[in-house]
């Protein structure tokens, strides 16, 4: 099979021909028809994750269709659409007993602790427990956000922020992660602020529904600002960028027992940001963290989305072939790439 492949940390990306994966004795094959390219596999090529060996392949926002079954698989056959969430839960350990699957002790990842979706195929195992079979009226393409980025952001703003109609968000960061959060946080019946350095990112935002934009880049203050544009504060605030600066703002922004819910990746340098914790205390503020979404939470988002309260195609703002995905990831740490929208592969 074609795969995208890279042999050390911050080297090159190249597509190569590798062996077919075989099928998990509980897993299936995937023949990938669209995977996204998210900053996620960006930490991971530049070193951040410890959980990858070299050589590589990248890519955890996967949809496609069963090709193989193992032959300890019993719930899906060849042919069937899917997709899967990017935390494969072992289905054993008292996380996942508890239905939380997303922080399991003996987690898969593909694309991190095994080869991912910029490939022709990928296995992916336990897949009775964790592959979501796609509704008929859901493209492969809108779907590929699913298995992180969008799912990562409905988690963060429904069941970890706990957003209330009525309420504010904001949304530091308006690349995937943010976007999506944009859009869920205006289908729960709240009001956004948006928070960005790229004025194209921030009109992205706007057309998704922000109520108020703020250019971090051109303000001395934007905890300031969001304060006085939700008259008192952020009900719920996401950190969806993963940095100091955005880290400290997202708290700092929050009025009286606000949540702050960190989802973008604290790494490298931005692994171990000082907390302001006198306010976090003084306010009885809740800081929370959000790791992807277990496979049976995807129900409701297919209802969301039917109903057109949610568009995850409204998103997709590049369709790339195997080669310029790699190109994308690599140019990732210059920012620009990352922002504005999401980008998909979909021809291998």
């Known amino acids: 099979m074609r795969a995208a492949v890279y042999h050390a940390f911050n080297g090159p990306i190249a597509v190569e021909t590798v062996p077919d994966p075989e099928p998990p004795r509980d897993g299936v094959v995937l023949k990938v028809m669209a995977n996204g390219v998210c900053r996620s ?159 194209s990112a921030l009109s992205r935002a706007q057309a998704l529904g922000a109520a108020a934009t703020i250019d971090a880049k051109a303000a001395d203050d934007p905890p300031a600002l969001i304060r006085e544009a939700t008259r008192g504060g952020a009900h719920v605030s996401i950190d969806a960028l993963g940095h100091r600066e955005t880290f400290r703002n997202s708290i700092l922004c929050l009025r009286t027992q606000g949540r702050h819910v960190q989802v973008g990746l604290l790494a490298g340098p931005h692994a171990a940001p000082p907390a302001p914790m006198e306010r976090v205390i003084a306010r009885e503020l809740e800081i929370l963290g959000s790791h992807g979404m277990a496979a049976h939470r995807f129900p409701q988002l297919f209802d969301m989305i039917a109903a057109g309260a949610l568009n995850p195609g409204a998103l997709v703002t590049d369709r790339l072939d195997l080669e310029g995905g790699a190109r994308l990831l690599m140019r990732m740490g210059e920012g620009a790439p990352a922002q504005g929208g999401v980008a998909v592969i979909d021809r291998f």
């Open 41 to 199: 596999d960006w930490h991971g090529w530049v070193g951040h994750d410890p959980d990858i060996s070299l050589p590589h392949v990248p890519g955890h926002e996967l949809a496609g269709v069963v090709e193989a079954v193992g032959p300890d698989c019993g719930g899906w056959t060849r042919g069937d659409r899917v997709a899967a969430p990017f935390v494969l839960g072992c289905g054993r350990c008292p996380s996942c007993s508890a239905g939380q699957p997303q922080v399991c002790d003996d987690q898969e990842q593909p694309g991190f602790t095994y080869w991912g979706g910029f490939a022709e195929y990928v296995a992916i195992p336990r897949a009775d427990r964790n592959l979501v079979r796609l509704p008929d009226a859901l493209g492969f393409v809108e779907a590929a956000s699913l298995g992180c980025r969008f799912t990562t952001a409905f988690r963060a703003v429904i069941d970890q922020g706990r957003l209330a109609a009525g309420e504010w968000l904001a949304v530091h960061g308006c690349g995937g992660v943010g976007l999506s959060a944009i859009m869920i946080g205006r289908a729960a019946g709240a009001n956004v602020v948006a928070v960005d350095v790229d004025p």
